[in-house]
Nanobody, 126 residues
Framework: QVQPVESGGGLVQAGGSLRLSCAASERTFSRYTMGWFRQAPGKEREFVSAIRWSGTTTYYADSVKGRFTISRDNAKNTVYLQMNSLKPEDTAVYYC???????????????????WGQGTQVTVSS
């Protein structure tokens, strides 16, 4: 069972950068599609980015495309989210999630993910 643990959140000024990490204690980590979601106060959890097991196929929300980059290191059981040019509207709790049976039609739907981390707060000040 994958148990994601996020790290790397914090407070940053608009235009700055952060890199989130998500470590998973599971030997079969490389079989999972990994996703990043975020949730701001009073809002529904929304898709940010996802990466297939091979690391060669990635997906992004339109709101972060060109600013965020997802990657993974299967040897380290870790997925990363590099966030550049951060905006105040990026402020949210960011969650890492694992999907064992991912499909293109559901990869952006948080309900399709099986395992979730506790989240890490990202705050972007203006």
């Amino acid at each position: 069972q994958v148990q994601p643990v996020e790290s790397g959140g914090g407070l940053v000024q608009a235009g700055g950068s952060l890199r989130l990490s998500c470590a998973a204690s599971e030997r079969t980590f490389s079989r999972y599609t990994m996703g990043w979601f975020r949730q701001a106060p009073g809002k529904e959890r929304e898709f940010v980015s996802a990466i297939r097991w091979s690391g060669t196929t990635t997906y992004y929300a339109d709101s972060v495309k060109g600013r965020f980059t997802i990657s993974r290191d299967n040897a380290k059981n870790t997925v990363y989210l590099q966030m550049n040019s951060l905006k105040p509207e990026d402020t949210a709790v960011y969650y890492c999630a694992a999907d064992a049976y991912s499909r293109d039609s559901t990869i952006r739907n948080y309900r399709s993910y099986d395992y979730w981390g506790q989240g890490t707060q990202v705050t972007v000040s203006s």
